[in-house]
Nanobody
Framework: QVQLVESGGGVVQAGGSLRLSCAASGRTFSRYVMGWFRQAPGKEREFVGGVSRSGGTTNYRDSVKGRFTISRDNAKNTVYLQMSSLKPEDTSVYYC?????????????????????WGQGTQVTVSS
C-alpha cells in the first residue's frame, strides 16, 4: 500500500545537526499518521516522534523535545526529522513508519505496533 524510504543519515559531531527524510510512494500519503523510531545495537526500537495526517500535531519522546522537529509535506509525500544539538546517545538506525490508525487513539502511536508500514532505516552516528 505504501513504500517508505529514509535518507539523510550519516556521521555528525556532537552538537551538530542532521535532517532525515522519508519519501513515501503512492498518492495516499496524507491518510497516514507518520512516526519516527530509532534502534541502537542491542536495544529495543523506541519511539522518537510522530506527526498527524495534516501535520498540525506532533508528539515527541522527552529526550528529544526541543532538539528534534518532525514535519511533513503531503504534496511531496515526504516526512522529515530535523535533528539539532545531537548527542552521542542519539546514535541509532532511524526508521520512519506509517499508521492507518485514527489520531483519536493517539496514545497508541508511541508503540511500534501501531504502525503498518516501515522503511528500511538510515544510520545516524553522533561522535563525541
Amino acid at each position: 500500500q505504501v513504500q517508505l524510504v529514509e535518507s539523510g543519515g550519516g556521521v555528525v559531531q556532537a552538537g551538530g545537526s542532521l535532517r532525515l527524510s522519508c519519501a513515501a510512494s503512492g498518492r495516499t500519503f496524507s491518510r497516514y499518521v507518520m512516526g519516527w523510531f530509532r534502534q541502537a545495537p542491542g536495544k529495543e526500537r523506541e519511539f522518537v516522534g510522530g506527526v498527524s495526517r495534516s501535520g498540525g500535531t506532533t508528539n515527541y519522546r522527552d529526550s528529544v523535545k526541543g532538539r528534534f522537529t518532525i514535519s511533513r509535506d503531503n504534496a511531496k509525500n515526504t516526512v522529515y526529522l530535523q535533528m539539532s544539538s545531537l548527542k552521542p546517545e542519539d546514535t541509532s538506525v532511524y526508521y520512519c513508519a506509517a499508521s492507518t490508525r485514527a489520531w483519536e487513539d493517539r496514545s497508541v502511536f508511541i508503540h511500534d505496533g501501531a504502525y503498518d508500514f516501515w522503511g528500511q532505516g538510515t544510520q545516524v552516528t553522533v561522535s563525541s
